[in-house]
């Protein structure tokens, strides 16, 4: 793989035969075949081998200190989310959990009587969840059903909470606005779509009164969360090439919003960083990333499509360091956490860099199961990692 990423024979004959079987009927939609060609061309199979690990001399042992067996997440992206001493968290099956965030001691398990596809997200009290029925289901902590509200299609992210308003985004790329006391539609936002994007579980974030998003064509929107409005587009990349994959060019993954600026990356694209009042790129590289970036005391961080990690300047875009071991890896968005840098990867290890230079200062092997694309912060010295098999780990670092 090269960073832009070039497609193998078997890969373009594999787009033949998804493209002959549309015409013999075997997929009932374009969007049936959009998914087939997403999930096969760019989805969970490694292209090639991942990197073997070399040996290291490690100065952080991260341990850990509790974990816990949720249901698998089958083809969805699923984020443990943690609030007042306590993790909540969800998995594939229709489950969703309560654990002491400090022992791992369940307090509650509900199930929402579907399939999950999204979740978990926190704010004013309620604990939501998406299905791939289309449905925003909301919980209070205790566990109690709030209520349920039906969307156009799939949440295949974290519902966000902003003041009195859901925000949920759905797989076709409607945006809703909910009232979070019983659920009703107050605005949606809906655009049109290239021929062919990826599917990818990109959220949304909420920050101010305002919220941000990612789409295909490389497009990153500001939404004003009372009543939907368009604060501001703007375009993080251009799509390049003859082909519609060559064409690709979708953010596939959270922005991050640090102060006055907000950090996109999209996927056979760039990394930009854009004035959150007007929208105005400031500054913008030729990096690639399908699970995203993170920002944090200057320097932002980004896990490229092939494997490699950056650590770039948050002024310039300029190169602090460059981590290029982990080839092949599907690794998470980088978490900041003090002076390392975690990342997860295909093989279900957490990897631990050093902030100032990139080399490698711990490892932990979870499981065999792939870790999922967000790891999630649990105080100042722990996080939390979900696999695709279902495990919960609480990590500490020390």
């Known amino acids: 793989m090269l960073q832009s990423i070039e497609f193998s024979k078997q890969r373009i004959l594999l787009l033949l035969c998804i493209l002959a079987s549309l015409s013999l009927g075997a997929c009932t939609s374009i969007t049936d075949m959009k998914s ?11 292209a090639e081998p991942p990197a073997e690990l070399s040996e290291i001399k490690a100065t952080v042992t991260p341990k850990v200190v509790w974990k816990a067996q949720l249901g698998k997440a089958e083809q969805f992206d699923f984020l443990p989310a943690t609030a007042d001493g306590a993790v909540y968290a969800a998995s594939g099956d229709g489950e969703i959990f309560k654990f002491d965030a400090a022992t791992g001691k369940q307090a509650w398990k509900v199930n929402a009587g579907e399939k999950l596809s999204g979740g978990v997200g926190l704010g004013g009290k309620l604990v939501l969840v998406g299905s791939s029925g289309g449905y925003v289901i909301a ?43 019983d659920g009703k539609r107050k605005w949606v936002y809906e655009r049109t779509t290239p021929t062919l994007s990826l599917r990818s579980s990109a959220g949304i974030v909420v920050d101010s009164g305002a919220a941000y998003a990612g789409f295909a064509g490389g497009k990153l929107i500001a939404l004003r969360v009372e009543d939907g409005k368009v604060i501001w587009e703007a375009t993080v990349a251009q799509p390049k090439g003859t082909t519609e994959i060559e064409r690709i060019a979708d953010i596939t993954s959270l922005p991050v919003v640090d102060g006055s600026v907000i950090y996109a990356v999209a996927y056979q694209g760039k990394i930009s960083a854009i004035d959150r009042a007007s929208g105005r790129i400031g500054w913008s590289r030729d990096i690639s990333s399908y699970t995203g970036i993170n920002a944090d005391d200057g320097r932002v961080y980004v896990s490229h499509a092939t494997g490699s990690v950056y650590s770039l300047d948050y002024a310039s875009g300029k190169t602090f360091w460059r981590q290029g071991d982990l080839l092949n890896r599907q690794l998470s968005a980088p978490l900041p956490m003090g002076g390392v840098i975690a990342i ?35 105080g100042t ?18």
């Open 344 to 378: 997860g990867d295909v093989e279900g290890y957490v990897h631990l860099l050093d902030r100032e230079d990139g080399s490698f200062s711990g490892r932990i092997q979870l499981e065999k199961s792939p870790v999922m694309p967000q790891l999630v912060a649990l």
């Open 381 to 398: 010295n722990g996080l939390l990692a979900q696999t695709r098999d279902g495990g919960l780990y609480a990590i500490s670092l020390k």
């Open 36 to 46: 087939d060609i997403s999930e096969r061309l760019f989805g969970r199979q490694v």
């Open 139 to 181: 919980y209070d902590v205790s566990g109690k059903l709030l209520w349920k509200s039906k969307v156009s299609s799939e949440v295949l992210s974290a519902p966000q909470v902003s003041g009195e308003t859901v925000v949920v985004r759905c797989g076709d790329s409607r945006i809703f606005g909910l009232n979070t006391l």
